[in-house]
């Protein structure tokens, strides 16, 4: 179906899957799409531990080590929206407004190895936030657990008479603060896969085409034909992205998202360039009005009654 850009991008998703969405862009200019792309990997606010409070730890893992593996264990986040960011709360450090605690206490009482996964925090935060949905299983703050088994991440392990108590306080951050808040696992941004725009050089020994695979988009474009010439006026009009979720977002929640904060920003710009213009406006017109107290001739086009 063709469409013109006035009618804004179409969009077609190729594949959803558990954890991952992939779809097609077209009729968007490239920094709009890239944009887009930057937006889900760094500005979408999730939850993660941001601070450890470690009471006991015998494990041979440093205090560091174990508060950083903690740190990037994705946590529940889809009612995150509800939670305030700590620099806009007025408690003294945290409080229930703006962040989710959590509990780890694990000891070793037998010969065997024991191993601590994420299944092992405990929410312990009580509060309106805190909502459990029968339909989506929204607990904010609870750890992912997507394997098979519901183990999760493997945090660490314990070796008898050894122990590990702390207490996690989880925050509402972006990823432009720190990665460990970015809702995506991976992100792939893709454009003009025949290489049509020589956007790339790709570098080689002998052949190009045998020592850079096509990609699977190639078959999405028609293949450049043979001593075609090069158009310098061409741009960029169909986008490949897949999303891959961390797990403490869905993959359509990510986008979705993605899309309410870009549009923020860009009402944020246009709402300071108005306000900048009505400003000099202002300035304009004041300077006309004290240079006619001044004898000056005024300007024609003001209506100075």
């Known amino acids: 179906m063709n469409r013109s850009s006035e009618q804004g991008p179409e969009v077609t998703i190729r594949r959803v899957g558990r954890e991952d969405v992939d779809f097609v862009v077209k009729d968007m200019d490239l920094a709009l799409a890239n944009s887009f792309r930057r937006v889900m990997i760094g500005e979408i606010p999730t939850l993660a531990i941001d601070l450890v409070e470690i009471e006991i730890n015998t494990s041979v893992l440093a205090d560091e080590f174990i508060a950083h593996r903690l740190g990037l264990i994705p946590l529940e986040s889809t009612l995150v929206d509800n939670l305030l ?8 450090q945290y409080c229930d407004k703006c962040s989710v605690e959590l509990m780890l206490s694990a000891r070793c009482t037998t010969d065997a190895t024991m191993d601590v996964y994420t299944r092992d925090l405990m929410v312990t935060t009580v509060s309106q936030y805190n909502n459990y949905d029968n339909n989506n299983n929204n607990n904010l703050g609870q750890p992912i657990c997507n394997d098979q088994e519901g183990k999760g991440i493997l945090i660490c392990k314990l070796r008898k008479h050894q122990e590990l108590r702390l207490k996690c306080v989880a925050k509402k951050g972006i990823a432009k603060e720190h990665a460990k808040w970015s809702p995506t696992a991976a992100m792939g941004f893709e454009y003009d896969p025949w290489n049509k725009l020589r956007h790339t050089d790709y570098w080689y020994e002998e052949d190009a085409n045998e020592e850079w695979p096509k990609s699977a988009n190639c078959d999405w474009e028609e ?35 993605g899309i309410d904060v870009l549009q923020k920003k860009l009402a944020g710009i246009i709402f300071e360039l108005k306000v900048l213009d009505e400003t000099s406006e202002k300035s304009r017109l004041d300077t006309e009005f004290q240079g006619t107290a001044y004898g000056q001739t005024p300007n024609p086009e003001y209506n100075w009654n």
Do not use: W
């Open 223 to 257: 293949p450049p034909r043979e001593n075609e010439p090069f158009d310098y006026n061409a741009k960029p009009n169909q986008y490949y992205f897949t999303v891959e979720s961390a797990g403490s977002l869905k993959q359509h929640d990510i986008v979705m998202r």
């Open 85 to 92: 960011f700590t620099r806009d709360c007025d408690c003294d």
